[in-house]
């Protein structure tokens, strides 16, 4: 294990530094990539204002802000863009480089992203959830932030993530097999804003599509935390949804592993 | 005219040749423009579970709100179509030296951009604005005389050209910084305001949008004037002017920026 984490944390560490050396960058992305959450807040304000009640199909006002600001920044600390690297790294065929080290290709990816991670967390995320609870208290005149369901929160964004990073490494693993993925991932990324609830809450969506969206793992992705934040989750329900962050995490790993060997198989190096 | 000649007919070979890059990637480009079309009909979905809970959203009808939806994605999807090379300025091509060719060619630089692509994602955003507004076109009782109807068409195309404008601004800054991908980012990710009435938005958002990244103008005050015919000076004269300012600044820019670029490639 010890072995291990020394092979790995240079990734990290590579990460890290990376963000850093693009802050700015990464920065004014963030910025216009959330402008939107501003329009959304604008519009609830006057869905509000329109409804004369102060619930709109069982959220609050203040919960509907909450859910709009949180939304955006664990979509930003879930979404996992390594496969974009790993179809460049196939198209040019430097992913041979990473093949014929003994290093495990999946974590090397995965140890890299976490150090971007890290960065947005402390970076943004923090800052953001505090702004929220301030907003929270001066809403409300009471603090509501409660430790436990924040760490609650923290560990179900962890779930989420990994859930995530499968999901691309699947979804990269596709560009052996089709050369060329932008539209793919351009397509990935308006679905996954419907599936994963992060626009529209699940719960505003009729019954049986409900239970569907909750049960698939794109709602494990951001949905589940945010819910956990805001507190719309009791002490049974936040024990389901991780349970079901932990199947998928699974089933989604060896998903990740057999696309993997059939892929390996296929590989063609393009030049390089 | 004989100039003008000159470029369509290269335009039509510049498109020949992108076609045939697209030909290559089919299947890949045709999922890039579901990927339009279904990202906008999320937010159609979502003005639909706002409709089922209440009547009207600062003052205006479900019908309403989706026209002016629909309207304000025909000019985004029009300049998506014809000059989405832009974006390409902005984030790589200056950045990776491969800006020079524009410069050695014996036609204007920003023409030479803007012709060589011909983005077909845009048909997800212009089919379904067109489908929209089409759609809703009874239900609001649009009723246009034949001087309407034209300046209808005519205020679509001067909007396009507030997008063009802004995105022809905010790429030329990478002439000086080499990348500027993310202010045009910034700058063209606040359309998303244009697209819902500016009376739901606080003093500061809607003066932005209206004086100095005059997205309201691709959208709401235009369709709101085919729908209430109030205050045409303002509404429809406010789409031309700036568009027209935005134009001519973006194209100052342009040329300022390429007095002052700098190859970066090797």
């Given at each position: 294990?010890?072995?291990?984490?020394?092979?790995?944390?240079?990734?990290?560490?590579?990460?890290?530094?990376?963000?850093?050396?693009?802050?700015?960058?990464?920065?004014?992305?963030?910025?216009?990539?959330?402008?939107?959450?501003?329009?959304?807040?604008?519009?609830?304000?006057?869905?509000?204002?329109?409804?004369?009640?102060?619930?709109?199909?069982?959220?609050?006002?203040?919960?509907?802000?909450?859910?709009?600001?949180?939304?955006?920044?664990?979509?930003?600390?879930?979404?996992?863009?390594?496969?974009?690297?790993?179809?460049?790294?196939?198209?040019?065929?430097?992913?041979?480089?990473?093949?014929?080290?003994?290093?495990?290709?999946?974590?090397?990816?995965?140890?890299?992203?976490?150090?971007?991670?890290?960065?947005?967390?402390?970076?943004?995320?923090?800052?953001?959830?505090?702004?929220?609870?301030?907003?929270?208290?001066?809403?409300?005149?009471?603090?509501?932030?409660?430790?436990?369901?924040?760490?609650?929160?923290?560990?179900?964004?962890?779930?989420?993530?990994?859930?995530?990073?499968?999901?691309?490494?699947?979804?990269?693993?596709?560009?052996?097999?089709?050369?060329?993925?932008?539209?793919?991932?351009?397509?990935?990324?308006?679905?996954?804003?419907?599936?994963?609830?992060?626009?529209?809450?699940?719960?505003?969506?009729?019954?049986?599509?409900?239970?569907?969206?909750?049960?698939?793992?794109?709602?494990?992705?951001?949905?589940?935390?945010?819910?956990?934040?805001?507190?719309?989750?009791?002490?049974?329900?936040?024990?389901?949804?991780?349970?079901?962050?932990?199947?998928?995490?699974?089933?989604?790993?060896?998903?990740?592993?057999?696309?993997?060997?059939?892929?390996?198989?296929?590989?063609?190096v393009q030049g390089g | 005219m004989k100039q003008i000649r000159r470029i369509l007919r290269l335009y039509r070979i510049f498109i020949g040749q992108h076609l045939k890059r697209l030909?290559?990637?089919?299947?890949?480009?045709?999922?890039?423009?579901?990927?339009?079309?279904?990202?906008?009909?999320?937010?159609?979905?979502?003005?639909n579970i706002i409709f089922s809970q209440i009547p009207t959203l600062a003052g205006w009808r479900y019908e309403e709100i989706v026209f002016i939806y629909g309207f304000s994605l025909i000019p985004k999807g029009l300049d998506h179509l014809l000059t989405d090379n832009l974006w390409k300025v902005g984030w790589f091509i200056v950045r990776k030296g491969d800006f020079d060719k524009y410069l050695t060619r014996p036609i204007n630089p920003l023409l030479h951009v803007i012709m060589e692509e011909f983005q077909v994602d845009a048909f997800g955003e212009l089919l379904l604005g067109i489908v929209l507004v089409s759609m809703m076109w009874q239900k609001v009782n649009m009723h246009l005389s034949f001087i309407e109807a034209v300046l209808f068409v005519g205020v679509i195309l001067f909007a396009a050209l507030i997008y063009t404008g802004l995105k022809i601004i905010s790429s030329a800054i990478a002439l000086w910084i080499k990348q500027s991908g993310q202010i045009m980012q910034i700058v063209y990710m606040s359309n998303d305001f244009a697209k819902y009435p500016t009376t739901i938005y606080n003093g500061l958002i809607r003066s932005i949008i209206t004086y100095i990244l005059p997205f309201a103008f691709t959208a709401y005050y235009p369709a709101l004037y085919f729908l209430t015919k109030k205050d045409p000076l303002f509404n429809l004269g406010g789409t031309v002017i700036a568009s027209i300012i935005l134009f001519a600044v973006g194209y100052k820019v342009w040329c300022r920026g390429l007095k002052a670029y700098e190859s970066a490639g090797s």
């Open positions: 294990m010890k072995k291990k984490l020394k092979i790995y944390l240079p990734f990290t560490r590579a990460g890290i530094q990376r963000m850093m050396a693009y802050r700015m960058n990464f920065s004014l992305f963030f910025i216009g990539e959330s402008l939107y959450c501003f329009v959304m807040y604008f519009l609830w304000q006057a869905i509000f204002n329109a409804n004369h009640t102060e619930r709109f199909m069982g959220f609050t006002r203040l919960e509907m802000v909450l859910f709009v600001f949180l939304s955006n920044i664990i979509t930003f600390l879930v979404n996992s863009d390594m496969m974009e690297d790993l179809g460049t790294e196939i198209k040019d065929g430097s992913i041979i480089m990473r093949m014929i080290k003994p290093i495990n290709l999946d974590f090397s990816f995965l140890f890299m992203e976490l150090g971007t991670k890290i960065v947005i967390l402390i970076g943004i995320g923090l800052p953001i959830v505090l702004g929220l609870e301030i907003y929270r208290y001066c809403m409300t005149g009471c603090i509501l932030f409660d430790i436990g369901r924040f760490l609650l929160f923290l560990l179900s964004t962890i779930l989420g993530y990994w859930i995530s990073f499968y999901l691309n490494l699947c979804f990269g693993f596709m560009a052996f097999f089709f050369n060329n993925i932008w539209g793919f991932s351009m397509l990935k990324q308006a679905l996954l804003k419907f599936l994963t609830g992060s626009m529209i809450p699940i719960a505003f969506m009729p019954a049986l599509l409900q239970k569907v969206l909750n049960l698939l793992p794109f709602a494990s992705m951001s949905y589940t935390p945010v819910m956990i934040y805001i507190g719309k989750y009791d002490r049974l329900q936040i024990l389901q949804s991780i349970g079901l962050q932990l199947i998928w995490v699974i089933i989604i790993y060896g998903l990740s592993r057999a696309i993997w060997k059939i892929a390996t198989d296929h590989l063609t | 030909m290559e990637y089919k299947v890949d480009f045709l999922a890039g423009a579901i990927a339009f079309l279904l990202g906008q009909l999320i937010n159609i979905l979502f003005i």
